[in-house]
């Protein structure tokens, strides 16, 4: 499967501009923190790409502490968001101007 | 027509590949068109499954595990209840994008011209030989002696937070006079 790393690689910058292009265009902010996790999952494609590529377990330990991160970081975002909607009772980004210059 | 099923199997890998890939870009990009947060999270779950196919066909099974266990397990299942618990009749379900949608377009094609761009300056090249596949004992024991300390540091993340997470809430529960 030496042959297919350029398709592996292509796919996971497709996923991760994928998942930018969602983070700045879409309104929910649900859906932009999945856009994010999205962003995650490309990187951690390209990492297992290169670990599989090279043969070493570097690539595998660095996913695999991504997946540490992606899940405290869901679990602090959510609140975080429930918290957002609590105050403005919309999960509308654009109703979030109060710290606008 | 023998022959053809042979090589079909024989080419069953590469054939499982190019499904998979094929998903998981048509989930990514439907998580981007998709207008109720529900199905977003489900074009993510998909996604994210056949991401996990496509790190079994590498032969990285722990992580393929890893990534149905916890992507799809328990990061996704939290996504959801936070979707249930929030309004499903809001303005920014009604209209999906933002203002920024044609920059964001204009800005995506660039950002994907420039990283297609820098990934064919520097194709990578071929594996020297076949490897023998990164196994459960190369990688347990890479994990456990070289990078014990990271792993370790991951514990002082999660107890972060942790503490954050009491600190939201706390913060909350203040508010209303607690």
Redesign the interface.
Known sequence: MADKVPLLLSLAVAIFALGLLGVVVRRNVLVMLMCMELMLNGVNLSLVTFAHQTGTAVGAVLVFLIFVVAAAEIAIAIPIVLLLVRSKRTLDLDAYTDLKG | MTGTIDTLLQNL??LL?YVL?AG??VG??L??VLRQ?MR??TA?IA??VC?GG??G????H??AV??VL??VG??MV??VY??M???AR????R???????V???V??AL??GA??YG?WQS??A??SG?????TLK??A???LSE?WL??EL?SV??V???V??LA??K??RTDHGG
């Open positions: 890998d590469t590949l890939a998981a870009l990514a990009i998580m981007l947060p977003v999270a993510l996604t994210m991401l496509i790190y066909l590498l032969g990285v722990l992580i890893f990534q916890i992507y328990a990061v939290f996504m936070a979707i618990l929030l309004d809001d303005p920014s379900v209209s999906r994008f933002s203002g920024l949608l920059p964001g377009i800005a995506f950002f994907l990283l297609v990934l194709v990578p071929a594996a076949p490897h023998a596949g990164l190369a990688f024991a890479a994990f990078y990271h792993f991951t993340l999660l972060a937070a942790v954050a997470a939201v809430i913060v909350h």
